[in-house]
């Protein structure tokens, strides 16, 4: 149901050349990590998320980088447009593995995947800050 939802956002998105983020909850986003990195027609930016220990923060980071998520991704909603957005009829019922099927989405539409470590962007993992 999660792929279906974003396609149907997607849709009440007004123009084609706006810049759509995907991410989960529990993360700190910095303002300028969109419009530098995601470039209409070329660039897809899929950041590298510092994941932090219980307590640390993005100033005192400790933790580690998730070099293998890809469930962040910043796109212009016309380049979601060529390759139809996420497919629902593999996910509509099981979860997993839709991050990779979106990657995949994207690289056989022939564009390029940016991925960088962004300072600030990272993901809390201490349970209490989730409420």
Aim: with cysteine; proline share 3%.
């Amino acid at each position: 149901m999660k792929t279906l939802a974003l396609n149907k956002v997607v849709e009440h998105i007004p123009s084609i050349h706006d810049i759509l983020f995907l991410f989960d909850l529990h993360i700190d986003v910095p303002q300028d990590i969109l419009d530098s990195n995601t470039v209409e027609g070329h660039l897809v930016y899929a950041p590298i998320v510092g994941r932090l220990h219980c307590g640390s923060t993005y100033v005192d980071h400790k933790g580690y980088w998730e070099m293998e998520g890809f469930g962040l991704m910043s796109i212009y909603k016309s380049d979601w447009m060529r390759f139809r957005g996420k497919k629902t009829s593999d996910y509509k019922y099981k979860w997993g593995g839709e991050d990779w099927d979106l990657l995949d989405r994207v690289i056989n539409a022939e564009l390029k995947v940016v991925r960088i470590k962004h300072p600030g962007l990272s993901l809390s993992t201490e349970h209490k800050s989730w409420n």
